[in-house]
């Protein structure tokens, strides 16, 4: 099993940036797609960007599309997600998922999960 880390949260004002970061444990890292959703209160966990093991292959939400981008640091078993021109709306935890391409979505393996960084974005 992975253990994944987030860090780099926090509050923000609306326009403004912030990057997200992913620790996983495993040297096998790379061996797996990452990804990361969202889940705002009272509503559901949502899909937000995921890319492949080796970096060639990346999927984004339409709401990230243009304004968040996710890479990937084999090197350093670690995963981001920058976030451009934040908006309140993005206001969220922020999960870190690690899994495999299934029907060219992400599906993360059942406890492949990080414990999730809060994301507020003022306005």
């Known amino acids: 099993q992975v253990q994944l880390v987030e860090s780099g949260g926090g509050l923000v004002q609306a326009g403004g940036s912030m990057r997200l970061s992913c620790a996983a444990s495993?040297?096998?890292?790379?061996?797996?797609?990452m990804g990361w959703f969202r889940q705002a209160p009272g509503k559901e966990r949502e899909f937000v960007a995921a890319?492949?093991?080796?970096?060639?292959?990346?999927n984004y939400a339409n709401s990230a599309k243009g304004r968040f981008t996710i890479s990937r640091d084999n090197a350093k078993n670690t995963v981001y997600l920058q976030m451009n021109s934040l908006k309140p709306e993005d206001t969220a935890v922020y999960y870190c998922?690690?899994?495999?391409?299934?029907?060219?979505?992400?599906?993360?393996?059942?406890?492949?999960w990080g414990q999730g960084t809060q994301v507020t974005v003022s306005s």
């Open positions: 495993r040297r096998t890292f790379s061996m797996y797609v």
């Open positions: 890319i492949s093991g080796t970096g060639d292959r990346i």
């Open positions: 998922a690690a899994g495999l391409w299934v029907n060219g979505l992400l599906r993360p393996l059942e406890g492949y």
